[in-house]
């Protein structure tokens, strides 16, 4: 369904991503991990058209280039790391400008039956319903991300491209999240790209990793078929093994474990 | 509830705002007295009683289109902030922001020159001058797009802001070189609705009603806006285009409003702010509800640059800066929880 090829993104003469290919087919998920400032977010952006880029992206074999906004819409929906808004809306407006492409067309943009039934399940969804009326400003920072997590499925896309969703997240609904996207991806046979840096969080959520490092692709495919020890210190700088094992044995300490 | 609540009591401020600055003058004129005149005016087969012709002159000859002229670059001014504020993100921009005053102001300079060596007709001073303002926020857009092709806020602010400090400049040499012929200048830059006419009032009302209509047609998109470039392309915004629209018609917004009265300040950030806190910050209601309570304020603003210190005019660029800004400084820092709302 997704096809990337060849990729590269430069900032001015600066390269930020250099040669990156893989694939993804419908219901499944990928993992992007890498050190801070490696490209993991200017990977998410070029994926969606949001940034110039070299190579080939095509999704459904057209490449996104010629994609109007409206149907890159309708084929990804990105979460992004951090969002801002001077302006205080309302949890249920906020959520709802993710049906911007389906609101009917006419003098003006309106809102159908429809659209407010999926903001309201994703509302349910993502806890939120009985806050459908509270301003933004007023929500804590997990809250805050529940609310744009809620828009980004109201969009209804095949594609989630999710920057560092967890942030934010208390651990209980960090899991939660994560066991909701994949069942969403599975039952609507659709696809979720999540960026993250807990490595832990990550294998929890798939098997499919692309791991970059200084804008390389450091590797591609099934977690369990090419990470290594050595491999994850290569791309780490650090001895990510011998650290999960330390931490693993902090946790003995716990009376019933 | 509490919408409807507010609604009424924009609705009447506005009423209330027209009535008095319609009443009071050197003349006073009691609204019972309008009403004849007006019954009069559109019912000229109808018996005026006790009808001073006076009266009758001085309301509709002066106050009416005086009135109604700053009702219209009131509403003008405040929808034209409001998008602006949607597009650059900040609660503090304007379409002065991208040099719209500084191009009007070298144009009416200039115009202001000619006249005084050549016999032109008045209408070239607006005429001129909106040119002028158009044409600068053009020129910042193309060398936005010329530096940035995804035209993003901060370099739109950098070159307008870098733009209207070169403009200035010009007028700056202009206004020291000829400073003999400029005291007309330098009342027309402070604003003022005096010289308004019914001729002026026919050719800018078509104008702001299409781009008033217009504007109001992309509310959804100015509060996606709000968000940030990146979440708008997201949801599936053509960010560029709606931008690019939305700078237009917010510069000609206020550059007809400049052409005919002059810079006024304040009105299109005071008025957008209020209205965000009485009914929150979705654009259905901002743009006209602002529209009103800047058409509203700006009638008031009139009335006091008038009658303060009568039969002396002051102008009205520097009443509302007077009171804007201590105005805007307390309901501005006086907030409850909130600013920036980010995760």
Known sequence: ????????????????????????????????????????????????????????????????????????????????????????????????MGRYQFMKKGLFLTTSKEDERVVEECLLLTQLLDKKDTPIHTLSGGQLQRVFLARTLAQDPEIILLDEPTNHLDLKFQVELL??????????????????????????????????????????????????????????????????????????????? | MKTKRNAIFIYLFTILAFLLATCIGSQLISPAEIGRILCAHFFPTEQATNLSEIHAAIFMKVRLPRTLMAFLVGACLSVSGTMMQSILQNPLASSYTLGVSSGASLGAALIILALSSFSLPGIFLPITAFVFGLLTVFLAIFFTNQLDQRMENQTIILVGMVLSLFVNAILTMITSLFSNHLQRFMFWSMGSFASTTWEQMRLILPFILVAFLLACCFTKEMDIMTFGEVQAKSVGVPIKRVKLLLITLSALLTGVCVAFCGTIGFIDLIAPHMVRKLFGPS???????SALLGGGFMMLADLISRTILSPRQLPVGAVTALIGAPFFAYIYFHKEKGGRTSC
């Open chain 2, 283 to 289: 654009h259905k209601y901002v743009i006209p509800f």
């Open chain 1, 179 to 257: 066991s909701y996207l994949k069942e969403w991806s599975e039952q609507k046979n659709r696809s979720v790209i999540g960026v993250f840096h807990d490595i832990n969080l990550a294998r929890s959520f798939s098997q499919q990793f692309l791991f970059l490092k200084e804008g390389k692709q450091m590797g591609f495919g099934n977690f369990d078929e090419f990470v290594t020890g050595d491999f994850l210190e290569q791309v780490y700088d650090m001895n990510v093994v011998s650290y999960m094992k330390e931490s693993y044995e902090k946790w003995k300490t716990v009376k019933d474990l």
């Open chain 1, 1 to 96: 369904m997704l096809t990337v090829e060849h990729l590269q993104v430069s900032y001015g003469n600066t390269p930020v991503l250099k040669d990156i290919s893989f694939s993804l087919n419908p219901s499944q998920t990928l993992c992007i991990l890498g050190p801070n400032g490696c490209g993991k977010t200017t990977l998410l952006h070029a994926l969606c058209a949001l940034l110039p880029y070299k190579g080939t992206i095509t999704y459904k074999g057209r490449s996104i280039a010629t994609m109007k906004q409206k149907e890159l819409a309708r084929a990804f929906a990105l979460m992004e790391q951090s969002n801002t808004s001077y302006f205080s809306y309302s949890v249920w407006d906020t959520v709802m």
